[in-house]
């Protein structure tokens, strides 16, 4: 098995948030920022990768993606207030 990533993509400091899983971060976060898949982050112009964490195994990151989808809002921003307190992209940091 494989690793994979939760990662949280938004389009500006507390806007909007998608929540999302992928076994390949960078690709997956440049779909996003170039608009190439159709969606709801395509739609909102969510382009801004400001979470993502790192699971040995896929189906833990699925696990986790889907237990998160049902956490409130402000949990979801305490979370990344955590890791990236300034809201930076962090698509620049990936290798």
């Known amino acids: ?3 994979g990533w939760v990662y949280i993509m938004t389009n500006r400091r507390n806007g909007t948030l998608y929540l999302g899983v992928t076994a ?4 997956r976060a440049w779909e996003h ?8 982050t395509r739609r909102y112009g969510l382009k801004r990768l400001v979470y ?8 833990a990151a699925i696990q ?3 237990t998160m989808k ?8 305490a979370l990344i207030q955590g ?5 930076d992209d962090l698509y620049e940091t990936l290798a």
């Open 33 to 40: 920022r170039e608009g190439a898949a159709e969606g709801f």
């Open 24 to 27: 390949n971060i960078a690709r």
């Open 52 to 59: 993502a964490e790192f699971h040995d195994d896929i189906a």
């Open 70 to 77: 049902h956490w409130p809002r402000r949990w979801k921003i």
């Open 64 to 66: 986790r993606e889907k």
């Open 1 to 3: 098995m494989r690793g």
């Open 83 to 87: 890791m990236n307190p300034d809201w």
